[in-house]
């Protein structure tokens, strides 16, 4: 499929049409052990700008990020899973902005028309993103799922020109296989950045005392080699 296309009129731009389920938070399965200690961590912190959710496949990371959506009555979360065919900047922002705007409803008007038009200039919307979100109450959290199947450099580029302008009450969660290639030495030295990884993900001994009692096959507990198959 074409990334974009001419429709009728000449004059007329048109894209596909986004998948609006790529923005809403996954349905979660029943009977999931509450990650209540990584909960705990991620609602900490008021100044936060980036989280990091990063560990190999099946590490339960998307299901952290799902809980703490669930869990943290202090922030607002955006949410998109993002998958191999974002990897294009402007397919990128289109979704980061239709995940945005299901937040704050009319976010960025102006950024929304220019990404439609030919060859935007991606900082432009991008700054125009920023400023939209300085008005906006209270504390965000735009959720990127999969981070790790955008390798397209100028998809970064774009992504961290966001974060480097970030509003103090807006942060990125970032949940990933593979450790972005993105510049983030700034955010740690000023401690504005939480990392969990695989280790910070594995079951504690309660948490995996608490699967055993329910029928779910967890991630890898702590301490010990990953659950066998078939747990
Ligand atoms: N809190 C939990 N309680 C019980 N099972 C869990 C929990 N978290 C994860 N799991 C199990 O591990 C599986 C993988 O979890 P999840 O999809 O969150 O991993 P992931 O790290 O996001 O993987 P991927 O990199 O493939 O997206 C789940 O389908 C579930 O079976
Ligand atoms: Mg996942």
């Known amino acids: 499929m074409s990334a974009a296309h001419r429709q009728g009129n000449a004059d007329r731009w048109e894209l596909p049409p986004l998948v609006v389920v790529k923005t809403r938070v996954p349905v979660q399965r029943e009977g999931l052990v509450r990650r209540t200690e990584l909960i705990t961590r991620l609602a900490d912190q008021d100044d936060r700008q980036v989280t990091l959710v990063q560990a190999p496949t099946g590490y339960g990371k998307s299901t952290v990020l799902m809980q703490w959506v669930k869990a943290d009555p202090l922030r607002r979360f955006g949410w998109l899973s993002l998958e191999q065919s974002d990897n294009d900047p402007v397919v990128l922002w289109r979704y980061v902005l239709l995940a945005l705007r299901a937040l704050v409803p009319g976010l960025a008007d102006r950024a929304w028309v220019l990404l ?9 919307v991008i700054t125009h993103v920023l400023n939209s979100l300085l008005d906006v109450p209270g504390r965000l959290v735009l959720v990127l799922d999969d981070y790790h199947v955008i390798t397209n450099r100028q998809c970064h580029d774009s ?6 302008h970030l509003p103090s009450s807006m942060q990125v969660a970032l949940g990933t296989r593979t450790r972005p290639p993105l510049s983030l030495s700034k955010l740690k030295a000023e401690g504005l ?28 507990s702590r301490g010990g080699s990953p659950c066998p198959p078939n747990f």
């Open 193 to 220: 950045i939480l990392t969990i990884d695989s280790t910070k993900l594995q079951f504690s001994l309660e948490e995996t005392k608490s699967a055993l009692e329910g029928v779910q096959r967890p991630p890898p």
């Open 159 to 164: 992504m961290q020109y966001f974060i480097d």
């Open 116 to 124: 439609h038009q030919r060859d935007p200039d991606l900082e432009v």
